[in-house]
């Protein structure tokens, strides 16, 4: 069984550019959260995809926006980089919404 | 709004010894509280949780103790091992899925 991955898993951007982020879930599982820990932080919910519907939302920016496509893997964008974005980005996968998440390594990203 | 505080940032202990990690929250109505723990290069994992109705939960080596007068729970890892060396995060868990997360303690165990 396959864990969750991620890709990439480093990347560095610029002030104002874009960025997509990926993640495959584990198998099975139908729901994935993102989520953003910022050096010395505990992770930050930024939303969650249910059956490819976003199903809540954290206290961020509508230049956070996401997908799940069909086979339930994800993307987070992001648009307008700012120099805070600069995070560990963790997506988690689980069999529904309220069940165990099961994290990835994480994307770690910088923005200069 | 942090749900979950977490106010040692570090902890360090022998071997064979006991650690305890604690936890405070502010906010009275939640639903379950979790601990994950995290090595580096690695996504946090789960370890154990406990629900709103129940005291202790108890998982072999790891317990997790539910103080609801103090707001404060608290895991004991008993005994602890060098390979428990993480960071471990205190979380509260949503019935709408979400997950909140302490800063985070960094354990040390040593020979």
């Known amino acids: 069984e396959t864990g969750v991955t991620q890709s990439p898993t480093h990347l560095i951007k610029t002030r104002g550019q874009q960025v997509t982020l990926r993640c495959s879930s584990q198998s099975g599982h139908n729901t994935v959260s993102w989520y953003q820990q910022a050096l010395g932080q505990g992770p930050q919910f930024i939303f969650q995809y249910y059956r490819e519907e976003e199903n809540g939302r954290g206290n961020f920016p509508p230049r956070f926006s996401g997908l799940q496509f069909p086979n339930y893997s994800s993307e987070l964008n992001v648009n307008a980089l700012e120099l805070d974005d600069s995070a560990l980005y963790l997506c988690?996968?689980?069999?529904?919404?309220?069940?165990?998440?099961?994290f990835g390594p994480g994307t770690r990203l910088l923005v200069l | 709004d942090q749900q979950v505080k977490q106010n040692s940032p570090s902890l360090s202990v022998q071997e064979g010894r006991i650690s305890i990690l604690n936890c405070d929250y502010t906010n009275s109505m939640f639903d379950y509280f979790l601990w994950y723990k995290k090595y580096p290069a690695e996504g946090p994992t789960f370890l154990i949780s406990?629900?709103?109705?129940?005291d202790k939960n108890e998982d072999g080596r790891f317990t997790v103790f539910l103080n609801k007068s103090a707001k404060h729970l608290s895991l004991h890892i008993v005994p602890s091992q060098p390979g428990d060396s993480a960071v471990y995060f205190c979380l509260r868990g949503s019935t709408l899925g979400r997950l909140y997360f302490g800063r985070g303690t960094q354990l040390t165990v040593w020979p």
């Open positions: 406990i629900s709103s109705i129940k």
């Open positions: 988690a996968s689980s069999l529904g919404q309220v069940e165990t998440q099961y």
